[in-house]
Nanobody
Framework: QVQFVESGGGLVQPGGSLRLSCAAT????????MGWYRQAPGKQRELVAS???????NYADSVKGRFTISRDNAKTTIYLQMNSLKPEDTAVYYC????????WGQGTLVTVSS
């Protein structure tokens, strides 16, 4: 059974930075592409960044150049470095496989506001 525990969210001013972490349990991490997703109030969940087992990455146009996804396979953890944050980045952020097929974790709330 796979479980994800996201952390690192919080309140940040526009232009600020945050680093999210997602600790994964279960053997799937050793072979799965992983992704960070977000869901803003009243909107559908969307994939913002993904990373393959060997480190190839893809980003949504809305975050390209500002967000960086990485993974530590030994620690079964993925990260999302978020820079130049905008109010429209406000959302609950989740990690999952990419495409998603495992159960969702609780997510971590990111609020960008002055």
């Amino acid at each position: 059974q796979v479980q994800f525990v996201e952390s690192g969210g919080g309140l940040v001013q526009p232009g600020g930075s945050l680093r999210l972490s997602c600790a994964a349990t279960g053997s799937i991490f050793s072979f799965a592409a992983m992704g960070w997703y977000r869901q803003a109030p009243g909107k559908q969940r969307e994939l913002v960044a993904s990373i393959t087992l060997h480190g190839s990455t893809n980003y949504a146009d809305s975050v390209k150049g500002r967000f960086t996804i990485s993974r530590d396979n030994a620690k079964t953890t993925i990260y999302l470095q978020m820079n130049s944050l905008k109010p429209e980045d406000t959302a609950v952020y989740y990690c999952n496989t990419a495409p998603s097929w495992a159960a969702w974790g609780q997510g971590t709330l990111v609020t960008v506001s002055s």
